[in-house]
């Protein structure tokens, strides 16, 4: 006596393929459309639109209640006289449960998660263990169920976490903010999501992810996504996760700190290490937690002897505070971040080719923001109503955002290329605010160089200050001028300064 029947069976399977893809990716309509068939709503189609909390697309709520009702249905089915299923039909059915155990205890997981990010009891799971064990266990089973509650628990908090760090920090409705969102999935769960949940939930943090992309279009958000969505450790007898997922971000911003403070900050110091180190330090690499990330900004800018130590942390994730011979462990994933073509740095030597290939074992690159708007200005509105949201509060930034965009086409047209990126339409915002007017950066820089060099009573200092200004805002580092100009990044430093 089987389980299900064939077409049952099919759409069960497409039911069940929905816990091991990409949400982010085309293939979740393909299988939407398979479980729900004519009575799925056309207006879900455009997918990455929507935030997948429970009931924001309507398929998402109808797909949960249909998994309800199959997950009782073949529980039911197994108490038949004489029912023995085949091992592809557990297989299928714990599949099916497992997706329902995750929509129905959605919602509860969600509201906690947000309405009090530090905490870490969680306990909804008594709830969640007694439906498990009561959904896995059928009398006369003769396989065991794939999963385990303490484990599926954690990961069902984690693609929650994921979920809503993505949906919160990357924003916009076309296919490549979509896409960027499909490759930061990606780079939390690996693009086998069965195989995390077997192997490799505990073991991501090994590899490191580098993000590039031009200034302006948000790495350190797409890091921050990364790491607040890390797996973590849950311990069913106290209900508790092992950390806050609020403490698994550790920003350094190493372009803003002099060379001497880089290894300091990074790895530690004991008393006496150098001249000022009164005390001992503990680096971000000491105090980053198991299931923390340290999100390295402007990964190109540090010093060729920093290189070095990194990479051994890289290689064997050992590392020393300075003056100390104590080997400590980094515990932690090392995410980080750059604008500059490394590959070009390695081949001018100004970057080593091993730490390069350290760093790119998973690479995930941001979208300017031309391409995210692409001349769209549904697009654009969503952006500036995001802007002149933070400035203005909600109810006046409905009333100021038509007027903006307006304003943007008809005096900036829409092809507009935004070289800032998010940071300068959200300059624009500000100007359009206060002056009712905006001038791009570059227009008013080559207005100063231009009339900076028909004047005779300015120095070469302060010609060149202009100049690498403009270059600065052009190439977005000060080692990119450096190489472009033929200077020393320090000498470029000074004059930005």
């Known amino acids: 006596m089987a389980m299900f029947t064939a077409q049952e069976g099919a759409r069960l399977e497409a039911l069940g393929r929905l816990n091991f893809i990409n949400p982010f990716a085309p293939e979740r309509i393909k299988l939407e459309e398979t479980i729900l068939g004519s009575s799925r709503p056309a207006s879900d189609d455009v997918w990455n639109m929507h935030s997948g909390s429970n009931g924001t697309r309507a398929a998402v709520q109808a797909i949960g209640e249909l998994a309800t009702h199959w997950a009782k249905e073949l529980r039911k089915r197994t108490g038949r006289t004489g029912f023995s299923a085949t091992p592809a039909e557990d297989k299928l059915y714990d599949a099916v449960v497992i997706y329902h155990l995750f929509e129905k205890y959605r919602q509860p997981m969600t509201e906690r998660m947000v309405q009090f990010p530090d905490e870490t009891e969680y306990p909804v799971y008594r709830d969640f263990a007694r439906d498990f064990l009561e959904l896995a266990a059928y009398p006369g089973r003769k396989t065991s169920f794939r999963y385990e509650p303490e484990r599926s628990f954690a990961i069902f908090f984690q693609i929650h976490r994921a979920f809503h760090h993505i949906f919160s920090f990357i924003v916009g409705g076309t296919l490549a903010a979509g896409g960027l969102r499909a490759a930061i999935w990606q780079s939390i769960f690996s693009h086998d999501i069965d195989r995390y949940f077997r192997v490799l939930y505990d073991k991501m943090n090994g590899i490191t992810t580098l993000i590039t992309g031009e200034s302006g279009t948000g790495k350190e958000l797409v890091a921050r996504a990364i790491a607040l969505s890390q797996y973590i450790p849950f311990d069913a007898k106290t209900c508790r996760f092992a950390y806050p997922y609020t403490a698994c971000f550790l920003p350094v911003q190493l372009s803003a700190m002099p060379q001497t403070m880089i290894e300091s900050e990074l790895f530690g110091h004991r008393k006496g290490a150098f001249t000022g180190a009164t005390g001992d330090r503990i680096g971000y690499f000491e105090g980053c937690v198991e299931s923390g990330s340290v ?144 001038t791009p950066a570059a227009t008013q820089e080559t207005g100063e160089l231009e009339t900076a060099l028909d004047r005779t009573d300015l120095t070469w200092e302060e010609l060149l200050r202009l100049y690498l200004r403009r270059g600065y805002n052009r190439l977005g580092s000060c080692q990119a001028v450096a190489e472009f100009a033929g200077l020393d990044r320090r000498t470029v430093k000074k004059y930005l300064s």
């Open 295 to 438: 999100f390295l900004d402007e990964i190109g800018e540090i010093p060729p002897e920093t290189q070095v130590k990194l990479l051994r942390v890289l290689q064997s994730r050992k590392f020393q505070r300075l003056g100390d011979n104590r080997l400590l462990e980094f515990r932690g994933k090392i995410i980080a971040a750059t604008n500059r073509d490394l590959g070009e740095a390695c081949r001018t030597k100004t970057f080593r080719n091993d730490l390069y290939y350290r760093l790119c074992a998973d690479t995930v690159s941001t979208v300017p923001l031309r391409e995210l708007v692409s001349g769209d200005d549904r697009e654009l509105e969503h952006f500036v109503a995001i802007l002149s949201e933070r400035i203005l509060g909600h109810q006046e930034a409905a009333r100021f955002t038509p007027e903006a965009v307006r304003w943007i086409r008809r005096h900036l047209g829409a092809s507009y290329p935004w070289p800032g990126n998010v940071r300068e339409l959200e300059q624009c915002v500000r100007n359009l605010v206060i002056r009712g007017e905006y």
